[in-house]
């Protein structure tokens, strides 16, 4: 099978459909939360993810978005811009983010939003983080975003090694647990402001990272007419 992996999309509708024209045909498309947030149009994320039947867990930006207590921990701006997103949605998208799961297994995958100990908050920034999640893991791969930051996280000999990953790098996952971050469709934080997904082929278990352009002064102008912070609005220009 050809699966898409997206994550962090952050209510990023323009970077989504110019990610989307760039998948080409495939069996499915997982998502890894935080779908909304951040940006302005979190509806029409939610309907275009729920279109094409799409299949994923909640992040904490998901969960503060229906409703949880999770918006007590966000910076002000965040803050802002998920008081902003929850004053908004619809009804039929609160219910949507509702409905996902803290943690799936599909195939031979483990999905989560944040890692495996703590699959809404924990943030997969060092070996040793990857290493007690891989631990615990009960699937050869683990998919995870929150960080923005596309990556692997490759366990050989009871160490764990981490390796960033840029535009078209293949990774083989056969034989050693591996955690994959597809990086951030609607907000990277890792210097590139290009939308990042990947592609992982579970029968070859090669996985490629992508980065696609869209049209980013187009959102900064929509986020800016809707009164979303300037700061999240500016930071997609540069990627961080
Ligand atoms: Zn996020």
Known sequence: ???????DIHSNLVALDAVLAHIGTVDA??????????????????????????VGVRGNHDAAAAGGPEIEYFNPEARRAMEWTRA?????????????????????????????VDPTWEYVTS?????????????????????????AWIKAGGRVRGAP???????????????LNPGSVGQPRDGDP?????????DERVVTWQRVAYDIEAVIAAMVTVDLPVRLAERLRHGL
């Open 1 to 7: 099978m050809r699966i898409a992996v997206l994550s």
């Open 127 to 151: 070996a040793p983080i990857a290493k007690a999640s891989l631990d615990v893991m009960t699937t050869p791969v683990g998919l995870h975003g929150h960080t923005h930051v596309p990556m």
């Open 194 to 202: 290009k939308a990042s997904y990947m592609i992982l082929d579970t």
């Open 88 to 116: 908004r949605i619809a009804p039929v998208t609160r219910d949507w983010l509702a409905a996902l799961p803290e943690r799936l297994i599909v195939d031979d995958a483990s999905l989560v939003h944040g890692s495996l």
């Open 29 to 54: 498309v997982w998502h890894l939360g935080d779908v909304v947030g951040y940006g302005p149009e979190p509806d029409a994320v939610v309907e275009r993810l729920a279109g094409i039947g799409a």
């Open 165 to 179: 990953a840029g535009t078209d790098d293949r990774l083989s996952y056969d034989a050693r647990p591996t955690l």
